[in-house]
């Protein structure tokens, strides 16, 4: 089977502390794979090496069938990432931003695509042609958002994506996500959020100490069990 | 390349949403057409200078003519007559005017001894002296550099402090295009305000179409080059932005004023030259003592150098010009090996420095610019050689007179030499600067791309 993110025995040691322990992790198209875990658990490590910004002491990523480390470029053009906080630039608008990323992902879109891609996304008509630093957290999320959506990958990379939405638009979110990966889009969603892991994720991992401890399907937990799951593992 | 162009696009709009930067644009812009208006300024006072010479030399003659209506005694004529050895400036001495402003531009000659007339200049404000010359030369060696460093101190630093790098480069573009589009973009800024006001200056200035146009575009670009150079290895070295700039800054105050000011010393302690008040006090004198001196050890002195003249008749009287020419000749030849180890000790220092101005591109510029301009110390030296010819000329004419004893009338005035003498470029000199600037540029480039490839963008 083709996985579109695959971790083979990845193990990341920075100067004062191993923050990844051989994971291995293979997500194929469609599934959206919820990495919990605490702070510092190897999550937002596991992210960055998919991503290419940092390097694998040892093992290797691989990117719809690439590895990462030798084409660092090249998958960035089958992904997309959404950061916990995403900034943009402040004196450009939401639509310039959308039209500067897209244009960098390879996609020149007429202005009213790219305000569908940003109503879609949930930001208000009214706020598209405003500059990014009048906007809130929220609504810089949803333009990251729109980013995403507009570069068309398979592989969605999402780092605390909710962060700063409000309760509608999150529940929006979890619909994209659903709609993507009826598409055949892979995500990997880096969380907190336990309920949000069990109604999106297709898959939940557990992150403690920069080891997968545990793999489960949703679909065989209800959210109190994932809770009590996660809590066991935590303590 | 399409994404660089992107980036590059962006670069503006970015710009242009940094009213500081742009404020600052505008205000190097203004200091810049202030420099061109100060160096144009400046030359065109010493060219009116120049101008009103010879009219003061015919208003000289026409009082002397009044003074000594008849034939006269070419002693009393060249006591009273003043000539003048004059240094025109080129026309791109308006853009670098380097030593004009303290070195004369004209000489006051009489007939008397050399060497303190060829030191004795103007009064001028030291104060203005002491604050140097606020030409284009200077704007460009000086604020430019500020500017560069004010433009790309936060070259990447800033989109990672702000969180947006991470969203850059998860994108499918180079970490290397973004640095370059960005460096691009401030070349091309900078380039266009420089070029702008070189060319608004060259034409101010009226320069001749020749080869120094290139020259100095050259080292505009490459002096230009070298900043952002030093941009991206600071940039390399993924520091904070506020890091970044203090260590710019660091950068800029070491290479435009500490080492200047070391080398400055360092070169006085190791060649040093005679002062020239020493020189011309010795002079003095020997001059002095020739009042004392007997006549015939005088004259015999004389005759050694000029045994031309030897048959000339012997002095009974108290007083003749001959004689007292002769000792004011005596003290010239008295302080000749000083006043050539003077000029010597000068040209040494200048050459210890343009060998060493290869620690600081600001000083190397500054003498590249100065020797394209003609307005350099060799340049200086060469008019003082002139104007030493031109005495002798004079001595040459009026010595005839003396010895001969033939009278001095309304028409030997017009035989009188004249001298002109105009600066010629130390283009050597000036390619020397720009080769060595070329190899400053690409070492630094080499590192920063060194620094690069060590040390791989991080995004966070």
Redesign the interface.
Known sequence: MTYLLEAKQLRKQYADKLALRGLNLQIAPGEVFCLLGQNGAGKSTTI?LF?G???PTSGAAFVNGLEVATNS??I??H???I?E????????TGL?NLA??S????FRYPESELLTYLTDAGLPPEAVRRRVDTYSKGMRQKV?IA?AVAKHAQVL?LDEPTSGLDPKASNEFSELLRRLSGQGTAVLMATHDIFRAKEVGTRVGIMREGELVDVRPTAALNAQELEQLYLTYMN | MHLFWILFSYEWRHFRAAKGLVLMCGLLLVSGLYGIYYGTTEIERQRQHLAALPELTRRNVAELKVKFPGPADAGDIGYYHTAFAVHHPDPWAALSLGLRDVNPSYVKLRLLGLQNQLYATDNTNPMKVLSGNFDLAFVLVYLFPMLIIALSFNLLSSEREEGILVLLLAQPVRPATVLAAKLAFRLTLVLALALLLSGVGMLWAGVPLDGRIGTWLALTVLYCLFWLAVALVVAALQRPSAVNAVALLGVWLLLVVLVPSLLNLGVAAARPVPQGIELTIRQREEIHAGWDRPKAQTMNRFFALYPQWRDTATIRERFVWRWYYAFQHLGDVAVAPQATAYAQGLQQRYNLVEQLNLLSPAINVQSSLNALAATDLPSHLAFQRSATRYHDSLRAFYYPFLFRKVEFTHADYAQEPTHTFTSHPELATTYRGLLKLLLSVAAVYALGALLLRVRSINPR
């Open positions: 960055n991503l910004f940092v390097q470029l090249q960035k053009k992904l997309a990432y950061p906080n995403v900034m943009l630039y402040p004196h450009l310039e500067l990323f244009r960098l992902a390879g990251g980013i990379l």
